[in-house]
């Protein structure tokens, strides 16, 4: 958690990929939610299975995401 509180600084948005069979990180999703939430920080969890194409909805997700930040914030950061 430490790793995410020293990212949350320098980000507008986090996208995180969580595929159903990924059943340790969804034990630490909601600690993630609660300081992305008390950073005012928007979020969109992909669903989808990272090694496969985008899913229809996880693209819908990023878009909706997108579109609700400023295109001046709009710049990749990886993390993980």
Do not use: K, N, Q
């Not at 600084?9 to 993630?32: C, H, K």
């Not at 979020?43 to 496969?52: N, S, T």
């Amino acid at each position: 958690m430490r790793r995410y509180d020293d990212a949350l600084g320098t980000v507008a948005a986090v996208v995180i990929s969580l595929p159903s069979d990924d059943e340790s990180f969804g034990w630490d999703y909601p600690r993630v939610r609660e300081r992305l939430a008390r950073h005012a920080i928007p979020h969109a969890v992909l669903r989808g299975e990272p090694a496969l194409d985008v899913t229809a909805t996880d693209r819908e997700r990023i878009r909706t995401l997108l579109g609700a930040m400023p295109a001046s914030a709009r710049r990749e950061t990886r993390c993980g």
